[in-house]
Nanobody, 117 residues
């Protein structure tokens, strides 16, 4: 059974930094794309950043230049380094991983990020 466990959320002041981690387990073959999504109250869940197994990355325009996604395929772990945080970055952040050969989407339970003074 595939499980994704996120960590690293919390409360930070505007301009601060946080690093999110997501450890995936339960897959014999690892994962294809891994990434981060976020959802604020009353807003649809939206992609923040994704990283293909081979290293290609995509970012939402709103986070380009501030957030960096990385992954460790050997550990099935994906990270999101968030710098220069803004109040509008406040949301629940969800880790996502796509099965390597079954194309199933797996989700973590979410971690709250709050940017406030």
């Amino acid at each position: 059974q595939v499980q994704l466990v996120e960590s690293g959320g919390g409360l930070v002041q505007p301009g601060g930094s946080l690093r999110l981690s997501c450890a995936a387990s339960g897959s014999r073959f690892g994962f294809a794309d891994m990434g981060w999504y976020r959802q604020a109250p009353g807003v649809q869940r939206a992609v923040v950043a994704t990283m293909a197994r081979g290293g290609d990355t995509t970012y939402a325009d709103s986070v380009k230049g501030r957030f960096t996604i990385s992954r460790d395929n050997a550990k099935n772990t994906v990270y999101l380094q968030m710098n220069s945080l803004k109040p509008e970055d406040t949301a629940v952040y969800y880790c996502n991983a796509k099965g390597r050969f079954n194309n199933i989407d797996y989700w973590g339970q979410g971690t709250q990020v709050t940017v406030s003074s």
